[in-house]
């Protein structure tokens, strides 16, 4: 049984042999797009085992559950019409859900930046200070 429903994001399963797929997918036959996907994985799943190991020394069973759902993160794949799907833990640790939450918020904002004349990105970063001088250092 497959559903399609544009109006979520992400795939649920619903017992070994059905699934309800939401959103766009992605190619499966773009080898760029598959090797990308796979160098996010490894990443992932390689951070989420060390700061699992910093959890479970820390005794953090919530940390450790957030971060298992990272780790399995895409890790069942449903494919259908040349496109694949998969259940994201969007956590923010996450270099797979990061990717997407990236490209939505880029999709979001492109068409009021696309209106401007001169558009630049522009990163403005200052040396962390004591809550203290924060006001201080905001208005500066
Ligand atoms: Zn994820």
């Known amino acids: ?22 959103g766009n997918g992605s190619e499966l036959g773009n080898d760029k797009v598959l090797k990308s996907r796979a160098k996010r ?6 951070m989420a085992l060390s700061l699992i190991d910093i959890a479970v020394k820390k005794e953090d069973t ?11 993160c895409q890790n069942k794949l449903i494919t ?10 969007k956590n923010r640790n996450c ?3 990061c990717s997407i939450r990236k490209a939505d918020i880029i999709n979001r904002y492109l068409p009021t930046i696309k209106q401007w004349e001169a ?3 522009v990163t403005l ?11 201080r250092v905001f208005q500066k």
């Open 1 to 22: 049984m497959w559903l399609y429903t544009l109006a979520q994001s992400g795939t649920d399963y619903v017992g070994d042999n059905a699934a309800i797929i939401t």
């Open 41 to 46: 994985k490894l990443i992932t799943q390689t």
């Open 62 to 72: 919530e940390k450790q559950k957030s971060l298992w759902n990272t780790y399995h």
């Open 80 to 89: 259908i019409d040349g496109r694949f799907y998969g259940k994201y833990c």
């Open 95 to 97: 270099t797979l859900c």
């Open 119 to 121: 558009p630049y990105f």
């Open 125 to 135: 970063t200052v040396k962390s200070v004591k809550a203290n001088m924060l006001r």
